[in-house]
């Protein structure tokens, strides 16, 4: 059944929780069809991902610990924006943080929700290129324990396909890049 492009009426907005990295809110609405009920959502300010590619074409990636898995994931290099921050210079910034390398070529991908059905986030994804490796890399944040992980994109696709660790914005993003890697 179709409700049309008629919004739902906000009844009632309340702030639960305001992180640092975001809030939690619950909204009384009124749908088109006039039921109400309320719905949960975490605001997030948004993220920025690199998929960092070597002159041998390799793809760099990062093993991280992630206390909601209580496992380490592979990950592309990412960051949340910040306030008032443009995403392509968030993953300037992240990429050498994380990774050590700075890219002097970028492209962006696209972006894409990350789970609409809970949370507004916005991933804005790129691709780094004519990378340069530093000579003292910036310090990783006080909260990150990351692993350099260097992998060709075929060895990428069959982790992904064999079910290792690797989250949603990663494989997402991979698939965005997939014909600037020569892959079909």
């Known amino acids: 059944m179709s409700l049309g492009n008629e919004p739902p009426e906000i009844l009632k907005q309340r702030l639960f929780y305001q992180g640092r990295k975001f809030a939690f809110d619950v909204n009384t609405l009124r749908l088109p069809n006039g039921v109400e009920?309320?719905?949960e959502c975490v605001r997030h300010p948004g993220g920025a991902l690199a998929i960092p590619v070597t002159p041998e074409g390799k793809l760099i990636l990062v093993r991280q610990y992630r206390f909601a898995t209580q496992?380490?994931?592979l990950e592309f290099p990412a960051g949340t924006i910040e306030a008032n921050e443009n995403p392509a210079e968030t993953i300037k910034r992240e990429i050498e943080e994380e990774t050590g390398y700075r890219a002097h070529r970028w492209q962006k991908l696209g972006e894409f929700f990350l789970a609409p059905g809970y949370s507004d986030e916005i991933i804005y994804a790129f691709l780094a290129q004519d990378l340069e490796r530093l000579e003292t890399p910036p310090a990783?944040?006080?909260?990150?324990?990351?692993?350099?992980?260097?992998?060709t994109p075929q060895e990428l696709e069959q982790a992904i396909l064999a079910g290792e660790a690797v989250d949603a914005k990663s494989i997402s993003s991979f698939f965005l890049a997939r014909p600037f890697l020569g892959q079909e």
């Open 140 to 151: 990783q944040d006080d909260d990150e324990d990351i692993e350099i992980v260097l992998m």
């Open 71 to 73: 496992g380490r994931l």
């Open 37 to 39: 009920g309320d719905w």
